[in-house]
């Protein structure tokens, strides 16, 4: 279950200092590097939703980013719509394909369900490719990006844009774990605890699954909204399940069912990417020996490690125990707090 | 209250549950009896929905739910607890009671607030935490709560559903002689008006307990009655109590 802690809140402050920092100091490279952490950020968060708090560990969620980049783009470069109303189509879209992978591959689980996710994600990937309105290999270009010169923003800036991408990255940490604290989410952890018992309480579990596959995936078409302007263009790329694989990684590097966790994850894969592909092209051996140090050390990713060396500061913060506290406070009213 | 109307289930040759017939009325305890393998649980699990019967009628509340899935059957007021702890182990105590205080109360779909914070679960998870005594260990998680604090949090559970019948599965499996008399305690202090059909094998608890009882044995109901008769039946010592009228 999501609980709020001292640590999380440290982390997240050191990481929104580092991250307007870097965007505001950094040269052209580095602020692009800011802005690509973001919108990677934003996509692991919305796996860790559903894997780390459901269970439900996805490999079609590069698929769902690039269905919702793809989305964007069409409705932008095909259709002519408003960036804006294409951002909040591309959104809804993808949000409502995944509530229905979400209502399908919930009746499964464990290996099924990756599985289930994959072929759903290879589907999308062999329908972009194949179909000519999405423009085959060659993918859509001049994708354009929001104008938001009317709030004196121009994201034609990079440095604009990718102080906007942390944004929209702030926006979706605090609705993640609004939501996992909230009743669907706590409904969510409980199926993943024991999907039984919570069915026997009366919990419709494969509504409950759906649901927050559908929310998760609105925040993956987000993400692609995003990189489909921030490279204005697309590509089949982007919906390939190695993408998925990828974001799978970053959040177990991070910490799986920490929302904080991805994003550090985040951080660590880009710069890893960055910094070791300079000096050699197997980036991804390096990157594979250090997942395997992560979870051969038994922590839960580098927050995991984290949180065991810092125990006291990832205790709940007081105000999460609220029916503990409420009850020893009516309890002490009454006088009979040692009768409990 | 509940009825069910020959209930039949067969798992290949073996008949687990034949034609039984019972009938609570709102507000009885009704203790079930019969040596293992005499197909208690699967009664069970054919009253809550976790197993479909092959032939035969499930009656709520006047309402025929033998259709009806698990979820279905909860939400009109049939609860359960299991014999082997069916809990939320990862999560606290409270947590663990206001998650089924959440879904009682109807909050367990919104995404707009945080579900166990409302006045309703509050309310519900301090009343069923005192009702199953496990107000002192509130904070605590499940996995560090001793086995017999987790078979009163197993009922506390199902009681935040704030069902119309009850079904505890050997809610004392497992515990020593003390804990099971605090059992007991507990189950008497529970509403008159819940209605509780009860798997047990402590027989002091049993007779204590149960307003009637009944016998299966082989998948067949062979006793239908008071305590007092129960106690005076050949064929239930034949079957059932010898061990219990020797000990």
């Known amino acids: ?340 | 209250m509940l009825e069910t109307r020959n209930l039949s289930k067969s798992f290949g040759a073996i008949n687990v549950t034949r034609d039984v017939s019972l009938k609570l009325e709102r507000g009885e305890r009704r203790v079930i009896l019969g040596p293992n393998g005499a197909g208690k649980t699967t009664l069970f699990n054919q009253l809550v929905g976790e197993i479909r019967p092959d032939k035969g009628r499930v009656v709520l509340a006047g309402e025929d739910v033998t259709a009806l899935p698990v979820q279905g059957r909860a939400k009109l007021g049939l609860s359960r607890s299991y014999q082997k702890n069916t809990l939320f182990d990862g999560l606290t105590v409270e947590e663990n009671l206001g998650l089924a205080a959440s879904v009682t109360h109807g909050h367990w779909h919104n995404i707009r607030y945080d579900s166990l914070t409302r006045r309703d679960v509050r309310d519900t998870v301090r009343e069923v935490a005192e009702q199953v005594r496990v107000m002192p260990y509130l904070h605590a998680q499940v996995s560090d709560v001793s086995y017999g604090v987790r078979r009163q949090l197993e009922v506390g559970v199902a009681l935040a559903t704030r069902p119309l019948v009850l079904l505890m599965d050997e809610p004392t499996s497992g515990v020593g002689p003390e804990m099971s008399a605090g059992f007991h305690d507990l189950l008497n202090d529970l509403p008159r008006d819940l209605t509780l059909l009860i798997i047990e094998h402590d027989m002091d608890l049993a007779f204590a307990v149960a307003d009637t009882i009944t016998v299966l044995n082989y998948g067949e109901v062979v006793f239908d009655g008071s305590p007092e008769d129960a106690r005076d039946s050949k064929l239930l010592k034949d079957i059932y109590l010898g061990a219990w009228e020797d000990a």
């Open chain 1, 1 to 340: 279950m999501f609980r709020h802690t001292s640590l999380r809140f440290w982390t997240l402050g050191l990481i929104a200092a580092l991250a307007i920092w870097r965007a505001l100091t950094a040269e052209y490279f580095g602020v692009e590097t800011v802005t690509e952490i973001a919108i990677l950020a934003i996509l692991v968060i919305a796996l860790d939703m559903v894997a780390g708090f459901g269970g439900m560990v996805s490999l079609c969620h590069g698929a769902l980013m690039g269905a919702g980049a793809y989305a964007y783009a069409m409705l932008t470069v095909k259709a002519g719509l408003a960036p804006p109303m294409a951002f909040a189509g591309a959104v809804a879209v993808t949000g409502a394909a995944s509530w229905l992978i979400g209502a399908v591959c919930g009746r499964s689980h464990g290996i099924y369900f990756i599985m289930a996710t994959l072929a759903f994600g290879q589907m999308a990937y062999s329908l972009v490719f194949e179909q000519p309105i999405f423009g085959g290999d060659d993918g859509i270009s001049g994708v354009p990006r929001i104008d938001l010169t009317i709030i004196g923003l121009d994201l034609n800036d990079g440095r604009t844009f990718a102080f906007v991408s942390l944004a929209v990255l702030g926006a979706v940490y605090w609705f993640a774990t609004h939501v996992l604290q909230a009743g669907l989410g706590r409904s969510l952890t409980g199926i993943m605890h024991n999907e039984q018992r919570m069915r026997a309480l009366g919990v419709n579990v494969w509504r409950i699954k759906a649901d927050m596959f559908g929310l998760s995936g609105m925040i993956a078409a987000a993400a692609g909204a995003l990189a489909a302007q921030h490279v204005m263009f697309v590509s089949p790329g982007l919906l390939n399940w190695t993408v998925s694989g990828e974001a799978l990684v970053v959040v177990i590097l991070g910490g799986l069912g920490t929302i904080i966790g991805p994003v550090i994850g985040a951080i660590v894969f880009v710069l890893l990417k960055h910094e070791v592909s300079a000096h050699t092209d197997y980036w991804h051996l390096v990157v594979g020996l250090i997942l395997i140090a992560v979870v051969m050390s038994r922590a839960n990713g580098i927050f995991g490690w984290l949180e065991q060396r810092l125990s006291r500061l990832a205790r709940p913060v007081p105000a999460r125990d609220v029916i503990a506290n409420q009850v020893r406070k009516d309890l002490a009213a009454k006088g009979s707090l040692e009768d409990a």
